[in-house]
């Protein structure tokens, strides 16, 4: 009963121990024995656990079976064990499963001894695969106000697009800690304290999050947290660093008597030359003809130098005129993916020229139609995504991924878009572009690109795409280019600009006109071989020269 007693008496602690795991570095032991005293410490302060009569089995039991980040000693006269604190973050789940101080979206703190109240706090949630960090763009709630499940709390700018954030617990919202425009916040890192009781919310106005709290701050149980050593060879090195060598021979002394050939010394005064700063080389150290020469030549190639010294000082340009543009999440992520795609993927490309004749009839046959009943125009741009479905279709190993173990290929039919805005390059994908019909895809990719020009876009309209087509022709008139490919997908489109041709007619001396267009296909070389993206590009042709195909 004594014992229960003594438990009951530091409830209050024990709950309060995954605050002291994660922000004072504390260290919590439990040990039952028949004479055994525990105590919960904080910071650099000791708990001691005092028992008489180990036995040596009974120590190395002891130290056995002491919990990561402790250090053990057993004193002489006494068999007391001391257990010293080792600053470990990572402590908690270690020792008591239930408070377990892993990082997650939102972590609840209870009171402490600096007499915070209990309150939670929200982190930086990851709302795409790729996201390791994003922005702030604005807080739909403010200080104080009252929060519920499913509410919006704020709009974070992701890799990708802006993603509303909802709050998943009901409660107040006590303080924020990244406002409006917050930029480059890690993935884990606080955001943001909610309380249960809304007279907490003045008990946390100054509050400010450890730096243990973020995610890049959490290095494991193998951190060592002792101050550096004092750099004091800097101070060393700055005082011993070695004089620049020079090309002037070493001086002999000045005292006595120099001695040197007649010779020497008629050219050392016919050049204003002391002897002091020449060293002989000649017998006993005497000075000759070759040693003053050897002075004049070393002394010649220093004031040519010198002379030459100002006119580089003039040649010298001016300084460039630049504006630095940080860089936008969109682009940070397109460098990186594109970047792995062209060190990691075998790409080859396969070009052919369509004649887009017949494509540019039917499409002002399907515009007028549409243009009567209120429907979107249809672009080009729609008429070559349908063929590329199609394609895909009719050819599905271009329709699939490589993985280490396998390449999966895809029932559905998913082409992204390339979208060129002002952040960067946006790809929103149409789903299921094979069984759509041309008003339908006119609709979604007009609907899509306004979206990426908003930076509106949602994971879901982006996500999940099988195949990529990219157009630098109708709207720039780049007549071909080579696409890289959108891992982990294994094809990518290119589409060039259609130009007026003579072709031959059917007789010796006839000709006529023809609009063709040069595509581009970019293939992953692992996953499609040579044969098989032929094969593709001549069934993505047979569609775009005969297009009434693509409507059966």
């Not at 939670?120 to 695969?129: A, K, V």
């Not at 001695?259 to 700063?277: C, G, I, Q, T, W």
């Not at 990691?344 to 243009?371: A, F, G, W």
């Not at 879901?460 to 959108?486: H, M, S």
């Amino acid at each position: 009963m004594a014992y229960a007693s003594h438990i009951i008496n530091h409830s209050k602690k024990l709950r309060n121990a995954p605050n002291l795991l994660r922000h004072e570095y504390g260290s919590l032991v439990r040990w039952f024995s028949s004479d055994t005293r525990f105590s919960i410490s904080k910071k650099n302060d000791t708990g001691k656990v005092h028992h008489h009569g180990f036995a040596a089995a009974e120590k190395e039991r002891f130290s056995s079976n002491a919990p990561n980040g402790t250090v053990l000693s057993f004193g002489a006269s006494r068999e007391n064990v001391t257990i010293m604190q080792v600053r470990n973050p990572m402590a908690g789940s270690l020792l008591f499963k239930d408070f377990s101080c892993s990082q997650i979206l939102s972590r609840r703190g209870y009171s402490s001894d600096s007499g915070l109240p209990p309150h939670q706090e929200i982190g930086m949630p990851s709302l795409s695969p790729t996201m390791t960090e994003g922005n702030i763009a604005r807080w739909l709630k403010k200080e104080g106000d009252k929060i519920s499940p499913g509410e919006v709390l704020c709009e974070v700018e992701t890799d990708k697009a802006t993603v509303e954030m909802e709050c998943m617990e009901e409660g107040f919202l006590a303080k924020i800690i990244k406002g409006d425009g917050s930029k480059e916040i890690k993935v884990g890192e606080v955001i943001a304290i909610t309380v249960e009781d809304e007279e907490d919310i003045p008990k946390l106005k100054d509050y400010s999050p450890s730096a243990s709290d973020g995610a890049p701050a959490a290095k494991g149980p193998s951190t060592s947290t002792e101050p550096p050593p004092p750099k004091e060879e800097a101070v060393e090195e700055t005082v011993s660093s070695p004089e620049p060598k020079t090309s002037k021979p070493s001086a002999t002394p000045s005292e006595g008597r120099i001695f040197a050939s007649p010779l020497a010394r008629k050219l050392a005064e016919d050049h204003n030359v002391p002897l002091s700063s020449i060293k002989g080389t000649g017998p006993d150290g005497h000075i000759v003809k070759a040693d003053i020469e050897d002075y004049l030549a070393s002394r010649g190639k220093e004031s040519k130098v010198s002379a030459t010294a100002p006119r580089d000082k003039d040649t010298t340009p001016a300084a460039l005129d630049y504006v630095d543009i940080p860089h936008s999440q969109i682009r940070k992520v397109t460098a990186s993916r594109l970047l792995l795609s062209k060190q990691t993927i075998p790409h080859y490309y396969l070009t052919v020229d369509t004649c887009v004749d017949k494509l540019m009839d039917l499409r002002s046959q399907l515009n007028s139609l549409q243009e009567a009943s209120g429907g979107k125009r249809i672009s080009v741009n729609d008429l070559v995504i349908k063929a590329a479905a199609l394609a895909l279709r009719k050819v599905p190993q271009c329709n699939s991924s490589w993985t280490d173990n396998y390449i999966r290929q895809y029932s559905n039919v998913n082409i992204n878009v390339a979208v060129q805005t002002e952040n960067g390059l946006y790809v929103p994908v149409v789903r299921d572009a094979d069984k759509k019909g041309l008003s339908k895809i006119a609709e979604e990719v007009k609907r899509l690109a306004q979206k990426a020009k908003e930076n509106s876009l949602k994971p879901e309209d982006y996500e999940g795409g099988t195949f990529t087509v990219t157009n630098l022709g109708g709207p720039f008139g780049i007549k071909q280019f080579c696409a890289i490919v959108n891992p982990p997908q294994s094809g990518i489109l290119a589409i060039g600009s259609a130009e007026k041709r003579v072709i031959p007619g059917s007789g010796a001396d006839e000709f006529k006109f023809a609009s063709f267009m040069s595509v581009t296909l970019s293939c992953d070389h692992r996953v499609i071989d040579g044969a098989i993206g032929a094969e593709w590009l001549k069934a993505f042709k047979g569609y775009i020269e005969n297009p009434e195909s693509m409507l059966l």
